[in-house]
């Protein structure tokens, strides 16, 4: 089974702290993804990644920033946290083609 | 208006229902379709994909109508282990394979 790890479930961060999220995946993935998941909202794309140093935008990239500098590892920066980056951030990797998604357990962030 | 846009329940449902949800997509670009569970603060896990054709995994019975670009999710004999929400899922061609996410419908199943 394709395995994608967070390195974090929960985080607690003040407002202005620069904070990075990680995310491994252990099946050679190509492609890997970083959503926020909020009440009512539903999963939004911040970033995704097809490649090692390749970075795509998504639905709602301000504030964030990511970096692919292995291909099993995708990681999300929030530059300077703010309370509305507040929500759960969920990380995901599938290989190239048309398939389902892995996604890791999760890392509920609070900014305070 | 929403790519992927579903019905947010809740659904309230007695063990051994049937329970359908339905779910359109605006799209008409999308190839791929796939239902996801997610239980509270955990994260989706693949349900299943849909075909064409119509596709049944046990209980779970899912079809797409192309023309009116709807999708569905039928649920036979509910369990309670059923509760969750269910994400209507549908991806773009390309290698990307950008997945876009509907906000979900909730499911209780009760005794």
């Known amino acids: 089974d394709v395995k994608v790890t967070q390195s974090s479930r929960y985080l607690v961060k003040r407002t202005g702290e620069k904070v990075f999220l990680e995310c491994v995946q252990d099946?050679?993935?190509?492609?890997m993804f970083w959503y926020r998941q909020d009440p009512g909202l539903g999963l939004r794309l911040i970033y995704f990644s097809y490649d090692v140093k390749m970075k795509e935008k998504g639905d709602i990239p301000e504030g964030y920033s990511v970096s692919r500098e292995k291909k099993e590892r995708f990681s999300l920066i929030l530059e300077s946290a703010s309370t509305n980056q507040t929500s759960m951030y969920l990380c995901a990797s599938v290989d190239r083609g048309l398939g389902g998604y892995t996604f890791g357990s999760g890392t509920r962030l609070t900014v305070v | 208006r929403k790519e992927v846009e579903q019905d947010p329940g809740p659904f309230n449902v007695p063990e051994g229902a049937t329970v359908a949800f339905n779910c359109t997509y605006s799209?008409?670009?999308?190839?791929?379709f796939f239902w996801y569970r997610q239980d509270c603060r955990k994260e989706p896990k693949l349900l299943m994909s849909v075909y064409s054709s119509g596709n049944e995994d046990g209980r779970f019975t899912a079809q797409l109508n192309r023309a009116s670009q709807y999708i569905s999710l039928l649920i036979r004999d509910s369990k309670l282990s059923d509760s969750a929400t269910y994400l209507c899922v549908s991806s773009l061609s390309g290698g990307y394979n950008k997945l876009i996410f509907g906000a979900g419908t909730r499911l209780a199943v009760h005794p």
């Open positions: 099946m050679d993935h190509e492609n």
């Open positions: 799209n008409s670009a999308s190839q791929s």
